[in-house]
Nanobody, 124 residues
Framework: QVQLVESGGGLVQAGGSLKLSCAAS????????MGWFRQAPGKEREFVAD????????YYADSVKGRFTISRDNAKNTVYLQMNSLIPEDTAVYYC?????????????????WGQGTQVTVSS
């Protein structure tokens, strides 16, 4: 099993920044990549970004490209999501997830483990 714990959410004004963290523990060696998803009220969970543990290869949703940066600290088993130039449409619960599959994907069904989520609210 892999446990994921997110932190860093909060309330910020439009144009501001937040940095989310996701600490992984347990059988982290069984995971290939980490991702961030988000879910706004009344909407489906959507892919935000993804990073491979070893290579550090990243992938972003078009809606956040150029504004968000995903990174990892392998020594700490921690993944980060730096969010800049936030807009109200970024308001959602943000979830950290881990996948064992080596196939790059934006589908939440491919991710095996999930954190509890952290709320991000961007005011206009």
């Amino acid at each position: 099993q892999v446990q994921l714990v997110e932190s860093g959410g909060g309330l910020v004004q439009a144009g501001g920044s937040l940095k989310l963290s996701c600490a992984a523990s347990g059988r982290t060696f069984s995971t290939y990549a980490m991702g961030w998803f988000r879910q706004a009220p009344g909407k489906e969970r959507e892919f935000v970004a993804d990073i491979r543990w070893t290579a550090g290869t990243t992938y972003y949703a078009d809606s956040v490209k150029g504004r968000f940066t995903i990174s990892r600290d392998n020594a700490k088993n921690t993944v980060y999501l730096q969010m800049n130039s936030l807009i109200p449409e970024d308001t959602a619960v943000y979830y950290c997830a881990a996948r064992s599959s080596v196939v790059a994907t934006t589908s939440s069904f491919t991710y095996n483990y999930w954190g509890q989520g952290t709320q991000v609210t961007v005011s206009s």
